[in-house]
């Protein structure tokens, strides 16, 4: 696996305690999530299918 290129949701800052960061995996379409502020914890793993269902679950329950 090549190295992701991780990035910051715009909702996170660097004060807060609860930071996450996500990449996307191409060509396999998986999307990946860790603690930002602990990165040599395990990651979260999506299909694509399942981190837009949450991302639209996410969306409308804020």
């Known amino acids: 696996m090549t190295a992701l290129d991780w990035f910051k949701s715009s909702y996170s800052s660097n004060e807060g305690p609860d930071c996450v960061e996500v990449a996307i ?20 793993t999506f299909t694509g299918a399942a981190w837009s269902d949450f991302v639209g679950h996410a969306r409308h329950s804020a």
């Open 25 to 44: 995996a191409i060509p396999a379409a998986t999307i990946h999530v860790r603690d930002s502020k602990d990165k040599q914890r395990s990651q979260l």
